[in-house]
Protein backbone atom coordinates (compact mmCIF):
# COMPACT_ATOMS: atom_id res chain seq x y z
CA UNK A 1 0.00 0.00 0.00
CA UNK A 2 3.17 2.19 1.32
CA UNK A 3 4.56 2.27 -2.29
CA UNK A 4 0.90 2.41 -4.47
CA UNK A 5 0.40 5.97 -6.51
CA UNK A 6 -1.83 8.29 -5.35
CA UNK A 7 -3.98 10.68 -7.18
CA UNK A 8 -2.34 14.41 -6.05
CA UNK A 9 -4.11 16.88 -4.09
CA UNK A 10 -4.35 19.41 -7.16
CA UNK A 11 -5.81 16.77 -9.56
CA UNK A 12 -8.18 14.97 -6.56
CA UNK A 13 -9.69 18.84 -5.82
CA UNK A 14 -9.47 19.75 -9.36
CA UNK A 15 -11.92 16.71 -10.37
CA UNK A 16 -14.12 17.03 -7.30
CA UNK A 17 -15.18 20.65 -8.34
CA UNK A 18 -15.18 19.85 -11.91
CA UNK A 19 -12.54 21.52 -13.41
CA UNK A 20 -10.80 19.14 -15.28
CA UNK A 21 -11.22 17.43 -18.56
CA UNK A 22 -12.09 14.29 -19.74
CA UNK A 23 -9.07 12.05 -19.36
CA UNK A 24 -7.92 13.29 -16.80
CA UNK A 25 -11.25 12.50 -14.91
CA UNK A 26 -11.36 9.44 -16.10
CA UNK A 27 -7.79 8.53 -14.86
CA UNK A 28 -8.79 9.88 -11.32
CA UNK A 29 -12.25 7.81 -11.46
CA UNK A 30 -10.48 4.73 -12.45
CA UNK A 31 -7.77 5.07 -9.66
CA UNK A 32 -10.65 6.15 -7.16
CA UNK A 33 -12.85 2.93 -7.47
CA UNK A 34 -10.10 0.53 -5.98
CA UNK A 35 -7.77 3.29 -3.44
CA UNK A 36 -9.55 3.48 0.05
CA UNK A 37 -7.11 5.99 0.70
CA UNK A 38 -7.83 8.25 -2.30
CA UNK A 39 -11.56 7.90 -1.62
CA UNK A 40 -11.32 8.82 1.83
CA UNK A 41 -9.65 12.14 0.46
CA UNK A 42 -12.57 12.75 -2.09
CA UNK A 43 -14.76 12.84 0.71
CA UNK A 44 -12.85 15.64 2.48
CA UNK A 45 -12.35 17.94 0.11
CA UNK A 46 -16.44 16.93 -1.13
CA UNK A 47 -17.33 17.89 2.12
CA UNK A 48 -15.00 21.24 2.28
CA UNK A 49 -16.14 22.33 -1.30
CA UNK A 50 -17.91 25.32 -0.21
CA UNK A 51 -19.52 26.04 -3.58
CA UNK A 52 -20.16 22.89 -4.25
CA UNK A 53 -22.94 20.94 -6.88
CA UNK A 54 -22.71 17.87 -4.68
CA UNK A 55 -25.68 16.75 -2.96
CA UNK A 56 -25.93 17.40 0.82
CA UNK A 57 -24.55 13.67 2.57
CA UNK A 58 -26.50 14.38 5.38
CA UNK A 59 -29.93 14.87 4.03
CA UNK A 60 -29.45 11.98 1.40
CA UNK A 61 -28.48 9.87 3.95
CA UNK A 62 -31.31 10.46 6.17
CA UNK A 63 -33.58 9.91 2.83
CA UNK A 64 -31.81 6.72 2.45
CA UNK A 65 -32.42 5.27 5.92
CA UNK A 66 -36.17 6.34 5.94
CA UNK A 67 -36.80 4.19 2.46
CA UNK A 68 -35.08 1.59 3.55
CA UNK A 69 -36.75 1.44 7.35
CA UNK A 70 -40.33 1.62 5.97
CA UNK A 71 -41.97 -1.97 6.01
CA UNK A 72 -42.11 -3.43 2.57
CA UNK A 73 -45.52 -3.68 1.37
CA UNK A 74 -46.78 -7.37 1.46
CA UNK A 75 -47.25 -9.56 -1.34
CA UNK A 76 -50.56 -9.12 -1.96
CA UNK A 77 -50.76 -5.66 -0.78
CA UNK A 78 -47.74 -5.29 -3.51
CA UNK A 79 -50.08 -7.19 -6.20
CA UNK A 80 -53.25 -5.08 -5.31
CA UNK A 81 -50.95 -1.93 -6.43
CA UNK A 82 -49.78 -3.30 -9.74
CA UNK A 83 -53.67 -3.83 -10.41
CA UNK A 84 -54.25 -0.21 -10.15
CA UNK A 85 -54.97 -0.06 -6.43
CA UNK A 86 -53.91 3.47 -4.40
CA UNK A 87 -51.12 2.23 -1.98
CA UNK A 88 -53.67 3.42 0.96
CA UNK A 89 -56.27 1.35 -0.84
CA UNK A 90 -53.89 -1.90 -1.43
CA UNK A 91 -52.82 -1.37 2.24
CA UNK A 92 -56.54 -1.58 3.27
CA UNK A 93 -57.74 -3.65 0.99
CA UNK A 94 -54.85 -6.38 1.81
CA UNK A 95 -55.78 -6.15 5.52
CA UNK A 96 -59.16 -7.61 4.48
CA UNK A 97 -59.97 -11.03 6.52
CA UNK A 98 -60.61 -12.72 3.34
CA UNK A 99 -56.88 -12.07 1.92
CA UNK A 100 -55.24 -13.79 4.80
CA UNK A 101 -54.57 -17.69 4.81
CA UNK A 102 -57.24 -18.84 7.42
CA UNK A 103 -60.22 -17.65 5.64
CA UNK A 104 -59.36 -19.11 2.48
CA UNK A 105 -58.25 -22.09 3.51
CA UNK A 106 -61.91 -22.57 5.18
CA UNK A 107 -63.51 -21.78 2.25
CA UNK A 108 -61.63 -24.32 0.63
CA UNK A 109 -62.43 -26.60 2.68
CA UNK A 110 -66.04 -25.70 3.22
CA UNK A 111 -65.82 -26.17 -0.44
CA UNK A 112 -64.19 -29.49 -0.76
CA UNK A 113 -66.35 -30.93 1.49
CA UNK A 114 -69.56 -30.19 -0.13
CA UNK A 115 -67.90 -30.43 -3.27
CA UNK A 116 -66.73 -34.48 -2.06
CA UNK A 117 -70.47 -35.09 -0.62
CA UNK A 118 -72.08 -34.38 -3.38
CA UNK A 119 -70.09 -36.79 -5.48
CA UNK A 120 -70.64 -39.84 -3.15
CA UNK A 121 -73.61 -41.49 -2.95
CA UNK A 122 -75.23 -39.18 -0.48
CA UNK A 123 -75.78 -36.92 -3.73
CA UNK A 124 -78.90 -34.91 -2.16
CA UNK A 125 -76.88 -33.99 1.46
CA UNK A 126 -74.46 -33.06 -1.39
CA UNK A 127 -76.13 -30.74 -3.03
CA UNK A 128 -78.37 -29.39 0.26
CA UNK A 129 -74.97 -28.92 2.51
CA UNK A 130 -73.23 -26.67 -0.86
CA UNK A 131 -76.27 -24.65 -1.19
CA UNK A 132 -76.10 -23.84 2.12
CA UNK A 133 -72.44 -23.07 2.23
CA UNK A 134 -72.15 -21.32 -1.23
CA UNK A 135 -73.93 -18.45 -1.18
CA UNK A 136 -73.03 -17.79 2.65
CA UNK A 137 -69.33 -17.64 1.85
CA UNK A 138 -69.73 -13.84 0.19
CA UNK A 139 -72.26 -12.88 3.05
CA UNK A 140 -69.33 -14.41 5.68
CA UNK A 141 -66.99 -12.19 3.87
CA UNK A 142 -68.71 -9.21 3.55
CA UNK A 143 -69.75 -9.49 7.41
CA UNK A 144 -66.01 -9.70 8.36
CA UNK A 145 -64.44 -7.27 6.40
CA UNK A 146 -65.85 -4.34 8.41
CA UNK A 147 -66.36 -5.88 11.93
CA UNK A 148 -64.16 -4.42 14.75
CA UNK A 149 -64.98 -7.68 16.38
CA UNK A 150 -63.06 -9.49 13.78
CA UNK A 151 -60.34 -6.94 12.88
CA UNK A 152 -58.75 -4.87 15.96
CA UNK A 153 -56.96 -2.66 13.46
CA UNK A 154 -60.20 -1.18 12.07
CA UNK A 155 -60.39 0.97 15.54
CA UNK A 156 -57.92 2.97 14.31
CA UNK A 157 -59.02 2.86 10.76
CA UNK A 158 -62.43 4.00 12.35
CA UNK A 159 -60.05 7.42 13.22
CA UNK A 160 -58.68 7.78 10.30
CA UNK A 161 -60.13 9.94 7.64
CA UNK A 162 -60.78 7.21 4.92
CA UNK A 163 -64.77 6.45 3.98
CA UNK A 164 -65.88 3.41 5.88
CA UNK A 165 -67.99 2.55 2.64
CA UNK A 166 -65.04 3.00 0.68
CA UNK A 167 -63.18 0.58 2.84
CA UNK A 168 -66.21 -1.78 2.81
CA UNK A 169 -66.81 -1.93 -0.63
CA UNK A 170 -62.84 -2.17 -1.38
CA UNK A 171 -62.88 -5.43 0.69
CA UNK A 172 -66.25 -7.20 -0.28
CA UNK A 173 -64.79 -6.60 -3.99
CA UNK A 174 -61.25 -8.47 -2.34
CA UNK A 175 -63.72 -11.14 -0.80
CA UNK A 176 -65.71 -11.44 -4.43
CA UNK A 177 -62.36 -12.13 -6.03
CA UNK A 178 -61.01 -14.92 -3.78
CA UNK A 179 -63.80 -17.03 -2.52
CA UNK A 180 -65.80 -17.04 -5.93
CA UNK A 181 -63.35 -18.99 -8.45
CA UNK A 182 -63.37 -21.29 -5.93
CA UNK A 183 -66.41 -21.77 -4.91
CA UNK A 184 -68.00 -22.16 -8.75
CA UNK A 185 -65.25 -24.99 -9.43
CA UNK A 186 -66.62 -26.34 -6.94
CA UNK A 187 -70.25 -26.21 -8.21
CA UNK A 188 -69.13 -27.59 -11.12
CA UNK A 189 -68.85 -30.96 -9.54
CA UNK A 190 -73.19 -30.69 -8.88
CA UNK A 191 -75.90 -30.80 -10.93
CA UNK A 192 -77.14 -28.48 -13.53
CA UNK A 193 -79.27 -26.69 -12.00
CA UNK A 194 -77.74 -25.85 -9.15
CA UNK A 195 -74.24 -24.59 -10.39
CA UNK A 196 -75.00 -21.31 -12.01
CA UNK A 197 -78.11 -20.54 -10.05
CA UNK A 198 -76.72 -20.37 -6.19
CA UNK A 199 -75.17 -17.09 -7.58
CA UNK A 200 -78.67 -15.33 -7.47
CA UNK A 201 -78.96 -15.43 -3.54
CA UNK A 202 -75.73 -15.02 -3.12
CA UNK A 203 -75.45 -12.04 -4.99
CA UNK A 204 -79.17 -10.66 -3.32
CA UNK A 205 -77.64 -11.61 0.19
CA UNK A 206 -74.51 -9.99 -0.64
CA UNK A 207 -76.17 -6.36 -1.54
CA UNK A 208 -78.72 -6.45 0.75
CA UNK A 209 -75.58 -6.48 3.16
CA UNK A 210 -73.45 -4.25 1.53
CA UNK A 211 -76.71 -1.81 1.82
CA UNK A 212 -76.80 -3.03 5.77
CA UNK A 213 -73.18 -2.04 6.62
CA UNK A 214 -74.20 1.74 5.64
CA UNK A 215 -75.71 2.11 8.85
CA UNK A 216 -74.77 -0.92 11.10
CA UNK A 217 -71.69 -3.50 11.50
CA UNK A 218 -72.72 -5.63 9.14
CA UNK A 219 -71.61 -8.57 11.54
CA UNK A 220 -75.33 -8.45 12.47
CA UNK A 221 -77.18 -9.09 9.67
CA UNK A 222 -75.11 -11.80 8.50
CA UNK A 223 -75.52 -13.48 10.90
CA UNK A 224 -79.22 -13.33 10.47
CA UNK A 225 -79.30 -13.64 6.85
CA UNK A 226 -77.31 -16.45 7.80
CA UNK A 227 -79.43 -17.75 9.95
CA UNK A 228 -82.26 -17.53 8.12
CA UNK A 229 -80.64 -19.10 4.60
CA UNK A 230 -79.78 -22.46 6.78
CA UNK A 231 -83.10 -23.29 8.24
CA UNK A 232 -85.04 -22.13 4.66
CA UNK A 233 -82.70 -24.39 2.93
CA UNK A 234 -82.89 -27.61 5.69
CA UNK A 235 -86.76 -27.09 6.04
CA UNK A 236 -87.17 -27.34 2.06
CA UNK A 237 -84.92 -30.18 1.86
CA UNK A 238 -86.92 -31.93 4.43
CA UNK A 239 -89.91 -31.60 2.25
CA UNK A 240 -88.66 -32.37 -0.87
CA UNK A 241 -85.56 -31.19 -3.16
CA UNK A 242 -83.61 -28.07 -1.77
CA UNK A 243 -83.32 -27.15 -5.73
CA UNK A 244 -86.64 -25.52 -5.78
CA UNK A 245 -85.12 -22.93 -3.53
CA UNK A 246 -83.42 -21.72 -6.71
CA UNK A 247 -86.37 -21.54 -9.22
CA UNK A 248 -89.59 -20.12 -9.32
CA UNK A 249 -90.49 -17.40 -6.77
CA UNK A 250 -87.33 -18.16 -5.04
CA UNK A 251 -85.92 -16.11 -8.28
CA UNK A 252 -87.81 -13.44 -8.01
CA UNK A 253 -87.37 -13.18 -4.19
CA UNK A 254 -83.60 -12.95 -4.92
CA UNK A 255 -83.96 -10.64 -7.83
CA UNK A 256 -85.75 -8.31 -5.33
CA UNK A 257 -83.01 -8.31 -3.01
CA UNK A 258 -80.34 -7.53 -5.27
CA UNK A 259 -82.05 -4.90 -7.14
CA UNK A 260 -83.40 -3.31 -3.57
CA UNK A 261 -79.80 -3.49 -1.89
CA UNK A 262 -78.43 -2.12 -5.12
CA UNK A 263 -80.86 0.79 -4.93
CA UNK A 264 -80.66 0.93 -1.23
CA UNK A 265 -76.24 1.14 -1.37
CA UNK A 266 -76.15 3.51 -4.58
CA UNK A 267 -78.59 5.83 -2.70
CA UNK A 268 -75.96 5.79 0.58
CA UNK A 269 -73.32 6.25 -1.32
CA UNK A 270 -74.32 9.39 -2.83
CA UNK A 271 -75.56 10.36 0.87
CA UNK A 272 -72.26 9.44 2.73
CA UNK A 273 -69.39 9.23 -0.15
CA UNK A 274 -67.04 6.92 -1.32
CA UNK A 275 -64.14 9.52 -2.23
CA UNK A 276 -61.23 9.69 -0.17
CA UNK A 277 -60.79 12.72 1.30
CA UNK A 278 -57.73 14.77 0.75
CA UNK A 279 -55.55 15.53 4.07
CA UNK B 1 -13.26 12.72 14.54
CA UNK B 2 -15.39 9.56 15.36
CA UNK B 3 -13.45 6.58 15.96
CA UNK B 4 -12.34 4.62 12.53
CA UNK B 5 -14.70 1.45 11.65
CA UNK B 6 -11.68 -1.13 10.36
CA UNK B 7 -13.89 -3.57 9.24
CA UNK B 8 -13.64 -4.19 5.32
CA UNK B 9 -16.55 -3.07 2.75
CA UNK B 10 -17.61 -6.73 1.84
CA UNK B 11 -17.58 -7.57 5.63
CA UNK B 12 -20.31 -4.29 5.81
CA UNK B 13 -21.90 -5.77 3.06
CA UNK B 14 -22.41 -9.27 5.36
CA UNK B 15 -23.55 -7.24 8.33
CA UNK B 16 -26.17 -5.24 6.59
CA UNK B 17 -27.39 -8.53 5.19
CA UNK B 18 -28.18 -9.09 8.59
CA UNK B 19 -30.39 -5.60 8.98
CA UNK B 20 -27.44 -3.56 10.41
CA UNK B 21 -28.14 0.25 9.22
CA UNK B 22 -25.07 0.87 11.46
CA UNK B 23 -22.93 -0.45 9.01
CA UNK B 24 -24.64 0.41 5.77
CA UNK B 25 -23.58 4.14 7.34
CA UNK B 26 -19.82 3.14 7.29
CA UNK B 27 -19.97 2.33 4.18
CA UNK B 28 -21.81 5.52 2.70
CA UNK B 29 -19.56 7.64 4.86
CA UNK B 30 -16.89 5.87 2.94
CA UNK B 31 -18.35 5.99 -0.37
CA UNK B 32 -20.93 8.42 -1.06
CA UNK B 33 -18.91 11.69 -1.92
CA UNK B 34 -16.74 9.90 -4.71
CA UNK B 35 -19.96 7.82 -5.74
CA UNK B 36 -22.08 11.48 -6.12
CA UNK B 37 -18.48 13.23 -7.60
CA UNK B 38 -18.79 10.71 -10.41
CA UNK B 39 -22.31 11.42 -10.77
CA UNK B 40 -22.01 14.72 -10.58
CA UNK B 41 -19.34 14.48 -13.45
CA UNK B 42 -21.99 13.05 -15.63
CA UNK B 43 -25.31 15.02 -14.84
CA UNK B 44 -25.41 18.82 -14.09
CA UNK B 45 -28.36 17.94 -11.96
CA UNK B 46 -27.88 18.26 -7.86
CA UNK B 47 -30.92 17.00 -7.38
CA UNK B 48 -30.75 14.03 -9.66
CA UNK B 49 -27.29 13.35 -8.10
CA UNK B 50 -28.94 13.17 -5.03
CA UNK B 51 -31.96 10.77 -6.00
CA UNK B 52 -29.22 8.44 -7.70
CA UNK B 53 -27.15 8.28 -4.57
CA UNK B 54 -30.06 7.65 -2.96
CA UNK B 55 -31.42 5.20 -5.02
CA UNK B 56 -28.27 3.68 -5.30
CA UNK B 57 -27.88 2.54 -1.71
CA UNK B 58 -31.56 1.52 -1.28
CA UNK B 59 -30.97 -0.88 -3.91
CA UNK B 60 -27.49 -1.58 -2.02
CA UNK B 61 -29.53 -2.28 1.24
CA UNK B 62 -32.17 -4.33 -0.33
CA UNK B 63 -29.34 -6.37 -2.39
CA UNK B 64 -26.58 -6.30 -0.23
CA UNK B 65 -26.15 -10.05 -0.54
CA UNK B 66 -25.92 -9.94 -4.14
CA UNK B 67 -22.00 -9.01 -4.17
CA UNK B 68 -20.32 -12.12 -4.97
CA UNK B 69 -17.12 -11.15 -2.67
CA UNK B 70 -15.08 -10.73 -6.19
CA UNK B 71 -13.34 -7.49 -7.33
CA UNK B 72 -13.68 -4.29 -5.81
CA UNK B 73 -17.06 -3.02 -3.79
CA UNK B 74 -16.34 0.29 -4.82
CA UNK B 75 -16.34 -0.92 -8.52
CA UNK B 76 -19.64 -2.79 -7.28
CA UNK B 77 -21.02 0.11 -6.23
CA UNK B 78 -20.57 2.32 -9.27
CA UNK B 79 -22.23 -0.31 -11.60
CA UNK B 80 -25.44 -0.18 -9.66
CA UNK B 81 -25.13 3.87 -9.51
CA UNK B 82 -24.28 4.39 -13.08
CA UNK B 83 -27.30 1.94 -13.66
CA UNK B 84 -29.35 3.91 -11.26
CA UNK B 85 -28.34 7.23 -13.45
CA UNK B 86 -29.62 5.82 -16.73
CA UNK B 87 -33.05 4.81 -15.13
CA UNK B 88 -33.50 7.81 -13.74
CA UNK B 89 -32.40 10.38 -16.69
CA UNK B 90 -34.64 7.74 -19.11
CA UNK B 91 -37.38 10.60 -19.17
CA UNK B 92 -35.34 13.58 -18.52
CA UNK B 93 -34.16 15.32 -21.72
CA UNK B 94 -33.44 18.63 -19.95
CA UNK B 95 -30.40 17.38 -18.39
CA UNK B 96 -26.96 17.64 -19.34
CA UNK B 97 -25.20 14.65 -19.78
CA UNK B 98 -21.27 14.71 -19.53
CA UNK B 99 -20.64 18.24 -19.26
CA UNK B 100 -18.20 19.81 -21.72
CA UNK B 101 -14.56 20.58 -21.64
CA UNK B 102 -13.96 22.84 -18.64
CA UNK B 103 -13.50 26.28 -19.18
CA UNK B 104 -9.26 27.18 -18.93
CA UNK B 105 -10.30 30.77 -17.93
CA UNK B 106 -9.91 30.50 -13.76
CA UNK B 107 -7.05 28.21 -13.15
CA UNK B 108 -4.79 30.07 -12.22
CA UNK B 109 -0.54 30.26 -13.42
CA UNK B 110 -0.05 27.95 -10.63
CA UNK B 111 3.28 25.81 -11.72
CA UNK B 112 1.50 22.54 -10.56
CA UNK B 113 -1.28 23.18 -12.28
CA UNK B 114 0.33 23.62 -15.61
CA UNK B 115 1.96 20.58 -15.00
CA UNK B 116 -1.60 18.98 -14.66
CA UNK B 117 -2.71 20.72 -18.04
CA UNK B 118 0.36 19.69 -20.18
CA UNK B 119 -0.70 15.88 -19.15
CA UNK B 120 -4.83 16.77 -19.89
CA UNK B 121 -3.63 18.56 -22.97
CA UNK B 122 -0.75 16.48 -24.28
CA UNK B 123 -1.69 13.49 -26.80
CA UNK B 124 -4.45 12.33 -25.83
CA UNK B 125 -5.61 15.32 -24.28
CA UNK B 126 -6.38 17.11 -27.19
CA UNK B 127 -7.20 14.27 -29.62
CA UNK B 128 -9.87 13.51 -27.34
CA UNK B 129 -10.79 17.50 -27.08
CA UNK B 130 -11.22 17.51 -30.33
CA UNK B 131 -13.83 15.12 -30.69
CA UNK B 132 -17.18 16.23 -30.80
CA UNK B 133 -19.30 16.59 -27.47
CA UNK B 134 -21.90 13.98 -28.87
CA UNK B 135 -18.96 11.18 -29.66
CA UNK B 136 -16.94 12.02 -26.17
CA UNK B 137 -20.53 11.24 -24.31
CA UNK B 138 -20.59 7.93 -25.87
CA UNK B 139 -16.95 7.57 -25.56
CA UNK B 140 -16.97 8.45 -22.11
CA UNK B 141 -20.63 6.05 -21.29
CA UNK B 142 -19.02 2.72 -22.70
CA UNK B 143 -15.40 2.88 -22.79
CA UNK B 144 -14.76 4.61 -19.15
CA UNK B 145 -18.36 3.74 -17.54
CA UNK B 146 -18.65 0.27 -18.67
CA UNK B 147 -22.28 0.43 -20.27
CA UNK B 148 -23.72 -1.69 -22.61
CA UNK B 149 -24.60 0.14 -25.95
CA UNK B 150 -28.28 0.00 -25.06
CA UNK B 151 -27.58 1.40 -21.71
CA UNK B 152 -25.92 4.13 -23.43
CA UNK B 153 -28.69 4.50 -25.35
CA UNK B 154 -31.17 4.79 -22.97
CA UNK B 155 -28.55 7.37 -20.89
CA UNK B 156 -27.93 9.67 -24.08
CA UNK B 157 -31.15 9.40 -25.50
CA UNK B 158 -30.16 8.22 -28.63
CA UNK B 159 -31.09 4.88 -30.40
CA UNK B 160 -28.75 1.80 -29.97
CA UNK B 161 -27.12 2.13 -33.96
CA UNK B 162 -26.32 5.75 -33.37
CA UNK B 163 -23.97 5.07 -30.11
CA UNK B 164 -22.25 2.05 -31.99
CA UNK B 165 -21.61 4.42 -34.99
CA UNK B 166 -20.28 7.26 -33.21
CA UNK B 167 -18.09 4.83 -30.79
CA UNK B 168 -16.65 3.42 -34.42
CA UNK B 169 -16.23 6.90 -35.55
CA UNK B 170 -14.36 8.25 -32.38
CA UNK B 171 -12.20 5.78 -32.02
CA UNK B 172 -11.18 6.20 -36.12
CA UNK B 173 -10.89 9.69 -34.99
CA UNK B 174 -8.54 9.38 -32.11
CA UNK B 175 -6.19 6.71 -33.97
CA UNK B 176 -6.40 9.32 -36.54
CA UNK B 177 -5.35 12.21 -34.30
CA UNK B 178 -2.89 10.19 -32.38
CA UNK B 179 -1.04 9.47 -35.53
CA UNK B 180 -0.80 12.64 -37.05
CA UNK B 181 0.57 13.98 -33.48
CA UNK B 182 3.17 11.44 -33.93
CA UNK B 183 4.38 12.06 -37.10
Known sequence: MTTRWHVDEALLVGWVEGRIGPVFAASVEQHVVGCALCRDRVGRAAVSDPGSDLPDFERTWSAIRDAVEVPRPSRTERLLAAGGLSAPDAMLAAGAPALRGAWLSVVALVVLFAAAASLADARAAGVTLFLIVAPLIPVAGVAVAYSVEVDPALEQEAATPYPKLRLVLLRTAAVLVVSLPLVAAAGLFLPTGVSPRWLLPAAGFTAVLLAASTWIDPARPAIAVALGWVITVAVTADRGSPVELLTGSGVIVYLVLLVGGLVALVLRIRHVGVRRRLS | ?183
Open chain 2, 1 to 183: MTVVDTREDAELLRVMGAGDLSAMRVLYDRHAPWLAVRLARRCNDAEVVADVLQDTFVAVWKHSGAFRGDGDVGAWLWGIAVRRLVSRLRRRRDVVVFADLPERGPLGPDVEEQVLLDIEYGELGPAVGRLSPEMRAVLQATVLDGLTTSEAAKLLHIPQNTVKTRLHRAKVRLRQSLAEGRS
